[in-house]
């Protein structure tokens, strides 16, 4: 069923900068149905691919550049990151992060629980889109990003990074297996795990563990403290499609461009 809704994504404060157009989507405004209502971008799932791209290109339009220029990668939460100059077809490349200083490129990265984070440089004209989840984040997706946004003339004192909607900590319980790997990075990350009431689990906080490693790397943090998990009327989420023992579930996308100006 077609909703009648273009998309509205939801926006940071912090990259309303000039020479920067930015937008964390929803699952609204698109015109798939049942588990992918609506606005569902990702190809890897089993909707139809003719949906998928007709979402793709509301989200492209929403954004101000052709479907063409909307620019994503095959992520398999890795630290990796490419830099691009033209147009990359979906799914063309396998990374978690992109980063660019060509005008016109919609940078994008699909979640449903995993932490989006687009950067910018606004005078230094970079800009840069992660996925980050727990595994691509210990890996260090994050910092390979703002390493790779300084290859292209960005300061990393002048990156503005932003958290989108992800998994909150209440949500996000965890296994012996996660709290053994995690603690093994550093001891510190305790402090990122609650109890859960479940013996030998936790609840882990990805937001916080997120935004600090920014921090860290020297640049200016923020969270929308958006919860996928809690907020079904706005994001698709694999964890929760998981507890509910549905068979797939929908993507949503966060982009950023750099404007022509």
Known sequence: MQDALKPEPIRSPELDVRGIRHGFFTRNGGVSGGLYA???????SSDARELVLENRRRVAA?????ADRLCTVYQCHSPDVVTVSQPVGAQEMKADAMVTATPGLALGVLTADCGPVLFADAEAGVIGAAHAGWKGAVGGVLENTVAAMERLGAKRSRIIAVLGPSISQRNYEVGPEFIERLTA?????DAYLAPSGREGHALFDLNAYTIDRLSRAGVTASCLGRCTYAEEDLFFSYRRTTHRGE???????????????
């Open 38 to 44: 609506s606005l569902n971008v990702g190809l890897g």
């Open 62 to 66: 929403a954004m101000g550049v052709g």
């Open 185 to 189: 990075e550093s001891p510190a990350n």
């Open 247 to 261: 068979q797939d579930y929908g993507r949503q996308i966060s982009v950023i461009v750099l404007g022509d100006s």
